[in-house]
């Protein structure tokens, strides 16, 4: 029996530039990721999405749209994680450090991905590029990933 645990993923974009955060505790410790976190019960996942924005870098986001769906699984693990991610280029407040996340604007020919999850390299061209995603990541441990496929959607 597997259960299914909700996440968000937030990317804030400008035309040539991606702001990632370095996550300073918990899992993904030390990978630039965007923000993002658990859907807490009584939430959608879009309002799991704002909220989270807002506490991990302080941005506000009105209208964040869905770009893609991720599932990963680990060997020997019943859990799958499901990870919305969202993008928006409309947002407003003041960029902070927290407790969770050190900010930092990327341009987008300079995206970390050494420092990333090894599964970022294989769907970020389908974001970059405008289109809508999903993708299945079946991993050994954090590192290594043993099999994947992404497909385009018309609408998630
Ligand atoms: P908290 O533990 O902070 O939420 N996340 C992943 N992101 C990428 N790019 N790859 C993965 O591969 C991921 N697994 C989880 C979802 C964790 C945050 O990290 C994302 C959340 O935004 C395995 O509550």
Not at 18 to 46: A, H, M, T
Not at 48 to 69: D, F, N, T, Y
Not at 94 to 119: A, N, R, V
Request: one cysteine or more.
């Amino acid at each position: 029996m597997y259960t299914r645990k909700l996440f968000s993923l937030i990317f804030i974009r400008k035309t040539s530039e991606i702001l990632l955060g370095l996550k300073k505790r918990g899992f993904g410790k030390n990978k630039w990721n965007g923000f993002g976190g658990k859907v807490e019960k009584g939430e959608s996942v879009l309002q799991g999405a704002i909220r989270e924005l807002k506490e991990e870098c302080g941005l506000s986001a009105k209208q964040l749209k869905k770009v893609g769906i991720l599932e990963f699984e680990f060997k020997g693990d019943t859990v799958l994680l499901e990870v919305h991610v969202f993008e928006t280029y409309e947002y407003s407040g003041e960029l902070i450090e927290s407790e969770e996340m050190q900010p930092k604007w990327y341009d987008l020919k300079d995206i970390p991905f050494k420092q990333m999850w090894p599964d970022d390299e294989y769907w970020f061209p389908y974001m970059l590029r405008g289109e809508l995603f999903k993708g299945y990541f079946l991993y050994r441990g954090q590192d290594l990933i043993l099999k994947y496929n992404i497909e385009t959607m018309e609408e998630l």
